[in-house]
C-alpha cells in the first residue's frame, strides 16, 4: 500500500525489492510512460506503462491474510529458509527472505 506520493492509498504487489538502494517495484504503482518507437520488434508505436521504483519508507506492507497493515519480522526456519512473518497473524509473508 502506498502512503504517499500520487498514487497515495493504492494497493499492489510487490514485484521487486531493491535493499541498497531503499526501494521497491509496486505493480500498477508510479507508473511512467514510455515511448516506444515505430519499427521495432513492437511494431507499432506508441506509449507503454511501466512502474518505477517507489521509496520504501512510501510504502506499508498489508498482510494477505489478516488484510491489515503491519509489520514483518525474519524468521529462520528449522530447513534453514529465511521467511518474512506477519506480526500479528504469524503468516508468512515472503519466502524469499
Ligand atoms: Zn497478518
Known sequence: ???SGKDRGQLGRVLAVFPK????????????KRHTKRGSYRQQ???IEREAPV???NVMLI?????????TYRK????GFRVRVCRKCQ??????G
Open 1 to 3: 500500500m502506498v502512503l
Open 45 to 47: 508505436g506508441g506509449i
Open 91 to 96: 503468516e508468512v509473508v515472503d519466502g524469499r
Open 76 to 79: 529462520k526456519l528449522e530447513t
Open 63 to 71: 498482510c494477505p491474510r489478516c488484510s491489515r497493515q503491519t509489520r
Open 55 to 57: 521509496d520504501a519508507s
Open 21 to 32: 538502494a531503499g526501494n521497491l517495484l509496486v505493480e500498477r504503482v508510479n507508473l511512467m
